[in-house]
């Protein structure tokens, strides 16, 4: 095994960690966009450039959009409720 | 039981849990010594048979395309339940809601995206079987070039442009033209969706056969189910930060 | 050491897992699951590879050249495209139930007991 996929396994088993274990869902959101960059690099150096490309466009746009569009929903919603 | 008791027990299970799975990876075949004769065959089989490069794209829409089927179907299943959940939000409470965009950069750097990411989301999708991409990778850019322009003009013009009553009718084409398509090579006295057309020369946009009108299908509703989720998405919330004071 | 690829989608399956159980708030329970989802691409990818093998696209390289195995790389990439709707479509739900219990804790929602 290449040292290269030593490192980026490593890279990505601790962003999956700080992931689950951030408690601030905004923090969590970006941590995850972070986690998601560091599989398109394994999946690069996995030699598969199709799956990267797909998972760049998501973890970069899709995801983040749907997520922090439903926490602002949330906490909209909660401090009218409070009102 | 308290909650400490709880995830005490849930550690120690998902240890056992992550044990027994790594005993069971540990019996495959060592890392890098892929066995199998399939991925070798196909590899070899590509060129000759197919006449496309990219033998990813060629699994998927090819030789593996009724698997695709399933899996845009799932797609647009799940954009359809999404639009029917969020659909509470009504058109008239977000009709008169006024959001400007207030800071030139944006302005100015999100149509800058949104051009950009067009034309990378075209060319990734109508380079399918040449360089690495396909119509699901090309499908996700496209609708991300849409959400850029939602950063660029306030949500009262965006929601003409990517309108439900034109992204859900995109959507539907691109899964109904999928499932057209297979239905047009059983007609022709083929199997479900067999190449029905000229294969073409290798390394030209041509190349390929049915499996490019197969390759447009899917980017179209990939493109069209993600435009309807960021669409309600960005609906619900425009009108929970300015909607109506319906209180639940 | 050749089995490292293996034990991190084991890793991360089991930490999503955990997340998903001692989770507090139904969206960070979303991207658990996301997360879990995330071990098996890595696992499907890391049966494929191939020592010193290269992307399977040939468009520039010789068809003899050694590659790697295309059809674990298909199953992924559609995989990770329809996560993202499944996941949206989980993540409104989480917001109906907002709507309907006033808070994200599953832990308030009493309904759901039993």
């Keep these: 095994m290449v040292p290269l996929q030593l490192v980026v396994i490593l890279f990505a088993a601790a962003a999956g960690l700080a992931v689950v274990l951030a408690r601030d869902i905004v923090r969590q959101a970006i941590l995850f966009s972070l986690y998601g960059f560091a599989l398109v690099v394994l999946f690069v150096v996995l030699q598969a450039p199709d799956v990267a490309l797909s998972a760049l466009a998501v973890s970069g746009i899709a995801y983040p959009l749907v997520l922090v569009s439903a926490i602002a929903r949330v906490r909209a919603r909660d401090k009218r409720g409070r009102e | ?248 | 050491m050749s089995i490292l690829p293996y034990l991190l989608a084991v890793w991360l399956v089991a930490i999503g897992l955990y997340g998903i159980v001692s989770s507090r708030n139904l969206i960070h329970l979303a991207v658990c699951v996301s997360v879990c989802q995330s071990g098996t691409y890595v696992l499907l990818l890391a049966i494929g590879y191939k020592d010193r093998g290269t992307a399977p696209i040939f468009s520039d390289v010789p068809a003899s050249r050694r590659a790697v195995d295309p059809v674990v790389q298909a199953l992924t990439l559609t995989d990770i495209v329809v996560a993202v709707a499944i996941s949206a479509l989980l993540l409104s739900l989480a917001l109906k139930a907002f709507d309907h219990h006033g808070s994200l804790d599953p832990a308030e929602m009493a309904d759901l007991k039993g």
């Excluded at chain 2, 009108?239 to 319906?246: F, M």
């Design chain 2, 1 to 248: 039981m308290s909650r400490t008791v709880r995830l005490t027990m849930v550690g120690v299970s998902l240890a056992g849990f992550a044990a027994l799975l790594a005993w069971g990876v540990a019996d495959l075949p060592s890392f890098g010594h892929y066995p199998g004769p399939y991925g070798d065959l196909i590899v070899k089989l590509v060129q000759p048979q197919r006449h496309m490069a990219n033998a990813v794209t060629a699994v998927v829409f090819d030789y593996r395309g009724f698997d695709t089927m399933g899996e845009e179907l799932l797609l647009f299943a799940a954009a359809s339940a999404l639009a029917l959940l969020l659909r509470e939000t009504r058109e008239d409470e977000v009709e008169d809601i006024r959001e400007p965009v207030l800071s030139d950069a944006i302005r100015g750097g999100g149509l800058l995206a949104s051009i950009v990411t067009l034309v990378v989301g075209l060319y990734v999708v109508a380079h399918a079987f040449i360089t690495p991409g396909g119509g699901f990778q090309g499908g996700v850019v496209l609708a991300a070039s849409l959400a850029f322009l939602f950063l660029a003009i306030e949500y009262q013009r965006w929601g003409k442009v990517a309108h439900s009553s034109i992204m859900e009718p995109v959507e539907a084409f691109g899964a109904g033209a999928y499932v057209a398509l297979g239905l047009i090579a059983l007609a022709s006295g083929l199997a479900f969706l067999e190449n029905f057309m000229e294969l073409g020369v290798f390394g030209r946009l041509s190349s390929g056969g049915s499996a490019i009108l197969l390759n447009l299908a899917s980017a179209l509703a990939v493109a069209g189910g993600f435009l309807v989720i960021f669409g309600e998405c960005l609906q619900e919330n425009v009108g929970a930060r300015h909607g109506s004071r319906t209180n639940r």
